[in-house]
């Protein structure tokens, strides 16, 4: 499949771009402050319901249209690499599903994503550093208290000595309240000198 097929080109031109990579101090940044230490935050596309956005993530997470994480990968890693960052990622990781949960869907929505992003930044992607320990039902109907204890809690890392003193770079899909990645981020920074960014698909409008 051709990314014409996956994305027009007129889609392309009315793609709601955040252009966050050019903006050190970006929405996506604001959402950690206070919560966690990060070197860099940002997201390619706005989400908004009912959207261009919501309906390509929809086909990718629910669809198995996976080769659309695959072109946003490959696009927005363009924009990524003029990021002029005093420490360069090391390692991609995107965020992980439950065993049980990546049975049920058959893969992970973050994965093509992630593998574009390696590829054409040249970064190795590392989906085992970082894993899911409990199973937790979709956050997208619940509330944010209720998002919160939801995820606490739920991630762990590997602490292992060749993945100490590493920068992360964690991938999502969308960016909503931030509290999945606040939980994989903490887990990440357990390791002895890891440093983490956070890079999404797309970041809801609040």
């Known amino acids: 499949m051709t990314n014409e097929t996956v994305l027009c080109t007129n889609c392309r031109h009315e793609m709601p771009l955040t252009q966050y990579h050019l903006d050190l101090n970006n929405q996506a940044v604001k959402k950690f402050y206070g919560k966690i230490e990060i070197e860099h935050a940002s997201a390619f596309l706005y989400f908004n319901k009912k959207g261009i956005v919501q309906e390509l993530i929809h086909n990718l997470k629910y669809k198995g249209h996976e080769e659309i994480g695959t072109v946003l990968g490959y696009w927005y890693a363009e924009d990524l690499k003029e990021l002029k960052l005093e420490n360069p990622f090391d390692v991609i990781i995107p965020v992980p599903l439950h065993p049980k949960k990546l049975r049920e869907r058959g893969y992970n929505q973050v994965t093509t994503f992630a593998k574009a992003l390696s590829e ?18 979709t956050q997208s109907k619940k509330n944010l208290l209720g998002r919160l204890e939801n995820i606490e809690n739920i991630f762990d890392a590997h602490l292992s000595e060749e993945n100490q003193n590493k920068h992360f770079l964690i991938v999502d899909d969308v960016l909503t309240t931030g509290a999945t990645l606040e939980a994989c981020s903490r887990a990440l920074l357990k390791i002895p000198g890891a440093k983490i960014s956070i890079v999404c698909m797309a970041m809801a409008n609040s």
Do not use: F, W
């Open 120 to 137: 054409s930044l040249k970064i190795p992607l590392n989906a085992s550093v970082l894993y899911r320990k409990k199973y937790s039902k």
